[in-house]
């Protein structure tokens, strides 16, 4: 999730190759719900899926302007700032 929060704060379109934990539930999340790029299955990937994926990310302004919007609003909510405010308070309150 870390790779793909990096991704939405600075509006990178993703390619996705989802291996094992969390990935394959955040790709599909990331790729097919929220349209900020493209996933490849890990097991069927070549040289010319990955030259799709990425021939379709650099072509189809949809998966940019998706990201671009999200980064928007992530930036936005502070989120960041916000946790470390919390973490810091709950540190100096006991």
């Known amino acids: ?5 990096e991704a939405i704060h600075y ?3 993703i390619i996705g190759i989802p291996i094992k934990a969390d ?6 999340r990331i790729c097919e719900e929220l349209k900020f790029g493209v996933r490849l299955d890990p097991f069927e990937i ?3 899926n990955l030259q799709n994926a990425i021939s ?3 072509n189809d302004d949809s998966y940019s302007t998706n990201i671009k919007e999200m980064s928007k ?4 909510s502070h989120g960041s700032s916000k946790a470390a405010e ?6 100096n309150s006991n």
């Open 1 to 5: 999730m870390n790779s793909s929060s």
């Open 11 to 13: 509006g990178v379109p």
């Open 23 to 28: 990935q394959p539930l955040v790709a599909h």
């Open 46 to 48: 070549n040289s010319t």
């Open 56 to 58: 379709k990310i650099l």
């Open 73 to 76: 609003i992530s930036k936005n």
């Open 86 to 91: 919390l973490i810091f308070n709950f540190m």
